[in-house]
């Protein structure tokens, strides 16, 4: 809905909402077409056209169904016509670009990409061919393409994913310290006192167990064995 506006009404310029709650309020005090027309900056053929567009059926206190202008009704009507304002649809009235488009979907298995590079590839004329967006568009809306919608199509629709640019992940190291950069004495297992700790899996969906060795003189020996759980 159009907003109001304070300032003279231009002459010319498309009747608003709030120029139409004027108007009937003019026609509620029984003003004459001439005087409102000055009052509102217009002819009065522009007010007796905006009055039979706004007329709808208004029933009163005894039941009894009259005409009578509705500024609300009015406004609707007009937000109707102007939303079909517009250029008209690339396709136009090419019914065989619409039945090639509908046959090679359905029967052939082509995608609408597939369907414009066969169409260009092999030079077919077709008054009302549109690009591949707007096919997939008037696809969409169902209005153009009536017997084919996007469960038609092999992927239904779906892009493949765009990959615009691989960034690199850095590998950060962890706080603690590797096995490997332990001392050559620890590893030679001459020196007692150090501990070494493993893990033993059993079979999928059984319970592993951990296990904590020390390493002595004589070989490792199993001091604590508990359950991972």
């Known amino acids: 809905m159009q907003k109001t506006r304070t300032e003279p009404r231009k002459r010319g310029q498309h009747f608003t909402y709030y120029d139409r709650v004027k108007l009937r309020a003019y026609l509620d005090l029984r003003i004459p077409t001439g005087q409102i027309a000055k009052s509102l900056n217009c002819c009065p053929n522009t007010v007796r056209n905006e009055i039979r567009r706004g007329l709808c059926d208004k029933m009163l206190s005894d039941l009894r169904i009259i005409k009578s202008y509705d500024p609300y009704y009015a406004q609707s009507q007009y937000d109707i016509k102007s939303s079909n304002k517009g250029p008209c649809l690339k396709v136009g009235n090419d019914h065989g670009y619409v039945k090639f488009v509908e046959h090679m979907i359905v029967n052939e298995k082509y995608s609408p990409d597939a369907i414009t590079g066969y169409i260009n590839e092999n030079e077919i004329a077709f008054p009302g061919q549109v690009s591949t967006s707007t096919l997939y568009r008037y696809i969409d809306s169902g209005d153009i393409f009536v017997n ?37 004495e620890i590893a030679s297992r001459d020196e007692y006192g150090h501990w070494e700790m493993d893990l033993v899996e059993g079979k999928r969906g059984g319970s592993g167990q951990f296990l904590l060795a020390l390493a002595v003189f004589s070989g490792p020996e199993i001091v604590h064995r508990s359950s991972p759980h």
């Open 148 to 184: 084919v919608s996007r469960e038609n199509l092999h992927m239904q629709g779906k892009r493949k994913r765009i990959y615009n640019k691989i960034k690199r992940v850095r590998v950060v190291k962890s706080l603690n310290r590797c096995i490997d950069e332990r001392p050559p």
